[in-house]
């Protein structure tokens, strides 16, 4: 997701890419109270889409905020079994696909001491049975982003790594398939994560990673 926003507020200028008929029904929805949404729908390892995404953000004025949340779940299974020609699109939707658009919009967040911020996983850091390919592409984006913290410093661009936790999403009953995932959190319980993160300076918080559901998290200690 690439966005640009300046908070809640009406007039808030946003940019995202996902399925076509979901991003066409939120920007009506937000046109409606007052704010410019661009909905720019597409697969975010096609370089035509991230083009497309950094034009829209221009065209809106800038971007403070690119928030890369694509993800692809891939096989789940042993890596005794796994074939190795099977990595697919695993580490390009999740790994590959994030730095690219960053390069791309870097200079619109230098313009702006813009915020990179690279949604990961637990699964970066523990060792789940079956979920190894996963967990490799998680992890390395999450060095990735550290490095782009340390080099981007001196441009005014700073990056994060955002674990949102277990949520009821599509991609985690992909993960359990056939089971009852209820008991999940819906997403909107990231919502005071989000909103701390936001207000933050982007210097102050540059290549930290972040869990949004934990409870004795540093995001809930700093504020």
Same mark, same amino acid.
């Given at each position: ?7 809640? *507020?009406?007039?808030?200028? #946003?940019?995202?890419?996902?399925a ?6 939120? /920007?009506? *929805? ?8 661009v909905?720019?729908?597409?697969? #975010?390892?096609?370089a ?11 065209a ?6 690119l928030?890369?949340? /694509? *993800?692809?779940?891939g096989?789940?299974g042993?890596?005794?079994? @796994? ?6 699109? &695993? @580490?390009?939707?999740?790994?590959? /696909?994030?730095?690219?658009l ?13 915020? #990179? &911020? ?9 060792a ?25 410093r ?21 993960? @359990?398939?056939?089971?009852? #995932? ?24 540059s290549?930290?990673? @972040? /869990? ?12």
């Open positions: 997701m690439a966005k640009r926003w300046h908070g809640c *507020s009406p007039g808030a200028a #946003i940019t995202w890419s996902l076509r008929a979901p991003l066409q029904d939120v /920007a009506d *929805s937000l046109a409606s109270g007052g704010t410019t949404a909905a720019v729908a597409g697969d #975010i390892t096609d035509t889409v991230r083009t497309q995404l950094v034009g829209a953000a221009h809106l004025g800038g971007l403070d905020l928030v890369n949340n /694509a *993800s692809e779940l096989s789940i042993p890596l005794m079994d @796994f074939e190795v020609q099977r990595f697919g699109r &695993v @580490f390009p939707v999740n790994t590959g /696909a994030p730095i690219a960053i390069q791309l919009a870097v200079p619109l967040l230098e313009e702006r001491r813009g915020l #990179i &911020v690279n949604v990961t996983s637990d699964a970066a850091r523990m789940y049975p079956g979920w190894g390919p996963y967990g490799a592409s998680k992890a390395a984006l999450e060095l990735l982003t550290r490095t782009l913290a340390i080099e981007l001196e441009r005014g661009v700073a990056a994060v790594m955002v674990d949102p936790g277990d949520m009821r999403t599509r991609m985690h009953q992909e993960a @359990f398939p056939g089971e009852d #995932i209820s008991d999940r959190p819906l997403p909107e319980v990231t919502a005071p994560f989000w909103h701390w993160l936001f207000d933050q300076k982007p210097d102050d918080i290549g930290e990673r @972040f /869990a949004a559901q934990q409870e004795d998290a540093r995001w809930l200690q700093r504020a």
